[in-house]
C-alpha cells in the first residue's frame, strides 16, 4: 500500500470513527470535594461497546497494515498485467486481476515459508474480523420489518419435514443435516433463513408467554425453549461448516434497519476489515498457486486450485513438517482463543528479516486474545453442542466479499 492510499485509508476511517467519541452513558465515580468528603456522582463516557470493540479493531487494522508493508522490498515473485502478452488467458475467476509470476523452478523454501507464515497471519485476522461481526450483529435488534415477514409458527417456517425432525423426542441434529440437499451455497442459505426465522419466532413467543398475542399457541413453554434451543444447535452446526456463507435476511434486515449509530459503526468497521484481509489473504493464495504450477504444471489440467494444505512440500519444508507435524495442521477441537491463534504473532518470520515490530504484537496480542474470549457465546445447556468441538470449518469467505 502506498503512502498516499495509506494516509488516506486512515483518515477515512479517522472520520468513519470520529462520531463514536459523542456516543457515551452515565456511570458513577466517585470524586471528593473540597472539604474531603466523598460523593459519588455520574459521569459519562463512551459506551462500553464501542470502548471494547473499537480498539480491538484498530489492531487488527494496524496488523494488516502492517502484514501488507512486509511485502515492501525486493521478492522472488512478480506480477504480470492482464493485457501483457506472456500472461496467457486466464480461465480462472480473477482473469481482471495482474497474474503472478515466479522463477521457472519455483520459490525457495525461504520465500515458500516466509509466504505461508504470512497467510496464517492474516489468517487469523480475518477469523478474528469475522468473530467480533458475528457478535455484534448477534447484538442488534430484530428489525419490525422482519418480524412482520414472518409466519405465525414456526411449522410453516421450517415445513413439515425439518420441523418433524426437530421436534423428534430424540434429535439428532446431524442426521438431519444429513438429509437436507446442502449441495449449493444458494441451498444452505434458504436452509439456514428458515432457521433463523424459526428461532426468532420461538423466541418471540416465549417473550409473549405471559399476554395475548397472535403469536401464542398450544405448544408449552418449556416445549417451545428446548425447539429453540435445538434450533440454535443446527444454525452453530452450519455456520461451523460453511463460514462462507453470504448474510442471511436477518443479518441484511438488521444491518438496513437498524437505528444504532455505534453498532452501525462497529459492524462496518469489522466487515471491511474482513473484507480486507479476505483481499490480501486470497493475493498471497494466488502467488502460492503460482508456485504450486511451476513445480508440478499437471495441476494446470484440474482447472481448480488445490488448498492450502494440499500444496506440494520440498526440502526443508517437508522435513520440517515431518519434525513439527503439528504446527502445519489446524487442530479440529480448539476453544476460541486457540482457534485465533494469536500465539503465532510473536513468531520471527524464517527465512526473511522482517521490518516489522513483532515485539509489540506479542505484547498487544494478550490484550486481544482477551477481547476475542468475551465474544464467545455461552448457552445454558451444552448437550448438543458438544459434538461442534469435533468441527473445524476452513473454508474462505469468498461469497462475503
Given amino acids: 500500500m502506498s503512502a498516499e492510499r495509506k494516509a488516506m ?46 480498539p480491538a479493531l484498530r489492531k ?60 496464517e497471519s492474516v489468517n487469523q485476522v480475518l477469523k ?57 451455497d444458494h441451498k444452505v442459505l434458504e436452509f439456514k433463513n428458515k432457521i433463523e426465522a424459526s428461532i426468532v419466532i420461538w423466541k418471540r413467543k416465549m417473550n409473549h408467554k405471559d399476554g395475548k398475542s397472535t403469536w401464542g399457541s398450544a405448544v408449552s413453554l418449556e416445549k417451545r425453549e428446548l425447539f429453540e434451543e435445538r434450533a440454535e444447535t443446527i444454525l452453530l452446526l452450519l455456520k461451523q461448516r460453511f463460514p462462507g456463507l453470504p448474510q442471511s435476511h436477518l443479518d441484511t434486515s438488521k444491518i438496513q434497519f437498524n437505528r444504532d449509530v455505534g453498532q452501525s459503526l462497529l459492524e462496518s468497521y469489522s466487515r471491511i476489515l474482513e473484507s480486507l484481509a479476505f483481499t490480501v489473504m486470497s493475493r498471497i493464495e ?20 488445490p488448498s492450502a494444505a494440499c500444496l506440494p512440500l520440498t526440502g526443508s519444508t517437508r522435513e520440517e513438517t515431518e519434525k513439527n507435524p503439528t504446527e502445519t495442521q489446524t487442530p479440529t477441537s480448539m476453544t476460541l482463543s486457540d482457534f485465533m491463534g494469536w500465539n503465532l504473532m510473536g513468531d520471527t518470520e524464517p527465512g526473511r528479516s522482517s521490518s516489522g515490530n513483532s515485539e509489540d504484537l506479542k505484547d498487544d496480542s494478550g ?29 474462505s469467505p469468498t461469497s462475503r466479499h
Avoid at 438431519?176 to 440437499?181: N, P, R, V
Avoid at 494466488?286 to 486450485?305: C, E
Avoid at 490484550?367 to 473454508?395: C, F, P, T, V, W
Fill in 286 to 305: 494466488d502467488v502460492m498457486y503460482a508456485d504450486s504450477l511451476a513445480q508440478n504444471p499437471s495441476l494446470a489440467q484440474t482447472g481448480r486450485k
Fill in 60 to 119: 487488527l487494522d494496524a496488523m494488516l497494515i502492517e502484514y501488507l508493508d512486509n511485502f515492501k522490498g525486493p521478492n522472488e515473485f512478480w506480477y504480470v498485467s492482464r493485457d501483457a502478452v506472456d500472461a496467457g488467458s486466464r480461465e480462472d475467476d480473477k482473469w481482471w486481476l495482474p497474474r503472478p509470476k515466479v522463477p521457472p523452478n519455483g520459490l525457495s523454501d525461504a520465500s515458500r515459508k516466509w509466504l505461508q507464515f504470512q497467510k
Fill in 128 to 184: 478474528a474480523a469475522m468473530a467480533i461481526n458475528a457478535q455484534l450483529l448477534s447484538e442488534m435488534e430484530v428489525p419490525d420489518d422482519y418480524i412482520e415477514s414472518l409466519p405465525k409458527n414456526g411449522r410453516a417456517s421450517l415445513g413439515d419435514s425439518i420441523y418433524k425432525s426437530i421436534t423428534v423426542e430424540f434429535f439428532d441434529p446431524e442426521q438431519l443435516l444429513s438429509t437436507m440437499d446442502l449441495s449449493t
Fill in 9 to 54: 485509508w486512515r483518515k477515512d476511517i479517522d472520520l468513519l470513527l470520529s462520531v463514536a467519541d459523542y456516543i457515551v452513558e452515565l456511570v458513577p465515580s466517585q470524586q471528593t470535594a473540597k472539604d474531603g468528603t466523598t460523593m459519588e456522582v455520574m459521569v459519562s463516557r463512551q459506551r462500553k461497546d464501542l470502548l471494547m470493540n473499537i
Fill in 367 to 395: 490484550m486481544l486474545a482477551g477481547k476475542l474470549n468475551r465474544l464467545a457465546i455461552h448457552k445454558k445447556n451444552n448437550s448438543y453442542l458438544d459434538k461442534l468441538e469435533n468441527l473445524g470449518g476452513q473454508r
